[in-house]
């Protein structure tokens, strides 16, 4: 491992992600691993664009031209929303201001920060999601006759039958199933809140088929992941990035078969897929959003808008954009006050 070059920037991140948020400010796990990706994200990103390790990075690089930077890269090069372009900066901003306090040296640093905007979310945003044909495709591109296939096609079923965030997914533990006359599984999901989705038939089916491989004998009471990985003898909760890797495997395995399967398939699209399918065959929207744990409806109010402009597209593409035996006028403005006034000055 190489040496830290700026000692201090490393040891006030750790107190930062070990102590101060978890024990003063109280926040959830999920925030503090989410603010350590942001930041670990962040110190990869300016080590490459210095060409440096990423423990040679300095307090010094961290300016606002570099974070705007870093920022357009998420949104430009990875694809992000507003949403998660948002949340980064806010960790970046957290921590900077936390470093501040203790170190007055870096006042000037959280003053820069906070000229950067946050980005604007449209009302009712633009939601990806796959056609019923695509997700069939997904589910049949892994080999099931393999230990990995058996689980990485389960990961996916779960993923879409329940419409479970990822970090939801990967939390749930053998005892937060209940296979009964009513199957379900209880999610923590975010702000600690929790709330119980019921299983379809076929995704028990495949749960059975997974616990005799992967849980044969386990109690129902057992604090085992659900999903995990094996090194060395000794189990872990599987990550996201080994989630995301296994299932962009299989959506260019599937898109050889289906043109539908989108080129960027990431865990979240299962989610807003599951909902877009529910609220396409009739399910109501108020049902949806509980079942997605949304706050309020009104953020469940994306899938009506998603499917209503799948509708008017679909209209053009048949008529065009105008209504039969009608002709577009052109209005022309000719009086030059009367502009002024039009333009607002």
């Given at each position: ?54 423990m ?15 920022l ?9 929303g ?5 949340n980064?900066?806010?960790a ?26 946050i ?21 049949a ?63 028990v ?10 849980h ?54 299962w ?27 009104e ?6 808008y ?32 009367m ?7």
């Amino acid at each position: 491992m190489g040496k830290v070059k700026d000692e201090q920037l490393f040891s006030l991140l750790r107190n930062f992600l070990l102590i101060y948020l978890p024990n003063q400010r109280h926040a959830s796990s999920n925030t503090v691993k989410a603010y350590r990706t942001a930041w670990n994200q962040l110190l990869k990103y300016i080590a490459g664009q210095k060409k440096i390790p990423m423990m040679s990075v300095t307090f010094g690089m961290i300016r606002y031209e570099m974070v705007v930077a870093y920022l357009d890269w998420l949104s430009e090069e990875k694809g992000v929303g507003p949403a998660t372009r948002n949340n980064r900066l806010a960790a970046i901003r957290a921590f900077i201001t936390y470093a501040s306090a203790c170190r007055p040296e870096y006042i000037s640093l959280s003053s820069e920060l906070a000229a950067i905007k946050i980005q604007k979310k449209k009302r009712f945003r633009e939601v990806d999601y796959m056609s019923e044909d695509a997700v069939k495709a997904l589910f049949a591109a892994p080999d099931t006759r393999t230990k990995m296939g058996l689980r990485d096609q389960f990961l996916m079923i779960f993923l879409y039958d329940t419409g479970a965030r990822i970090q939801e997914a990967l939390d749930v533990k053998i005892c937060d199933l209940r296979i009964d006359k009513t199957p379900t599984v209880t999610l923590h999901g975010k702000g600690g809140k929790i709330r119980v989705v019921p299983l379809m038939k076929d995704t028990v089916q495949h749960l059975d088929n997974y616990m005799g491989v992967f849980h044969k004998g386990e109690s129902v009471f057992s604090t085992e992941w659900l999903f995990y990985v094996e090194r060395k003898g000794s189990r872990s909760a599987m990550c996201d990035d080994t989630a995301r890797l296994r299932i962009q495997k299989y959506a260019e395995l599937a898109r050889e078969n289906c043109p539908d399967v989108p080129e960027r398939v990431h865990p979240h699209l299962w989610r807003h897929t599951r909902a877009m399918h529910l609220y396409q065959h009739g399910m109501d929207l108020t049902m949806i959003s509980q079942w997605l744990g949304h706050k309020q409806v009104e953020t469940t109010l994306i899938y009506a808008y998603a499917d209503t402009e799948a509708k008017r597209k679909a209209i053009e593409k048949a008529m065009g954009t105008g209504l039969a035996g009608t002709e577009s006028v052109n209005y022309t403005v000719s009086d030059e006050d009367m502009l002024r006034r039009l333009y607002g000055l």
